[in-house]
């Protein structure tokens, strides 16, 4: 197992770490900053700087078969490290800053959407989610117009745990048809805004609503009898 060290500060930029494993799958370390795909939300992308020899560009981070393997992707015809060997491992932080914004902003607008959501996705600079809601329901101005007020009013941010049995009590804390939160480990990780949402989420978010930023909706779709997609950017 890998030590997920962006698990207890999204904010960790590199370190230090040792390669256990190297193959063409990809190169795993006993501990790391780079995030996982998972939840809807791309894995890290970075480098990796060995203390002796060629840094190793990371073009995608994924996890593997066993509970907290991560497998980092190194860019096609890089060297692979030997296993025992000590690296820097450090994420693009301004992507990855990215992606922690949009994310947060998609659990803001999982307040504002009433509905179940039946998928989603964060992209850099873009960010989605589907929700179970009849078209007429949704307004593009007012959506937007809430999500910019909570994202000024400055809501901190932050990860609380709880059993698996106090989940399976509390249904309604998931909101994703489509993703079903961990379980089996005895605890869960959510995510919560303060006053505003509060919900399962293993991903990486920013401390604070307003460190999102301004967004806009870019458009509303209509993706089946009661599906209706909305779209986000960063109005920057």
């Known amino acids: ?6 698990r207890d500060d999204e904010y960790l930029r590199s370190c230090n770490a040792r390669v256990t494993q190297a193959d063409e799958r990809g190169i795993r370390l006993d501990r790391t ?17 060995p203390a002796s020899g ?8 994924v996890k593997g078969l066993l509970p907290d393997e991560v497998i980092h992707v190194p860019a096609p015809g890089s060297p692979l490290p030997e296993p025992g060997a ?7 932080w301004d992507r990855r800053h990215r992606l922690m914004r949009m994310h947060t902003c998609l659990h803001l607008l999982c307040s504002v959407v009433p509905g179940a959501v039946t998928g989603g996705q964060v992209s850099d600079g873009r960010g989605r989610l589907d929700f179970d809601v009849p078209g007429s329901s949704l307004d593009k101005e007012a959506i937007a117009s809430r999500l910019n007020a909570l994202i000024a009013e400055g809501y901190p941010v932050g990860p609380r745990w709880i059993t698996d049995e106090e989940l399976a009590a509390k249904p309604e804390l998931v909101r994703t048809m489509s993703v079903k939160p961990p379980s089996g480990m005895g605890r869960v990780r959510l995510m919560e805004i303060a006053g505003v949402d509060l919900q399962p989420c293993g991903g990486t978010h920013v401390r604070n609503t307003a460190e999102i930023g301004p967004v806009a909706v870019v458009k509303i779709e209509n993706k089946g009898k009661q599906n209706r997609r909305v779209i986000l950017a960063f109005a920057e």
């Open 54 to 61: 060629q840094s190793i560009k990371i073009v995608d981070t």
């Open 33 to 49: 900053v780079f995030y996982p795909m998972g939840g809807g939300q791309p894995g890290d992308t970075g480098e990796l700087r």
């Open 1 to 6: 197992m890998t030590e997920l060290l962006f």
């Open 86 to 92: 000590e690296l820097v491992a450090e994420i693009d």
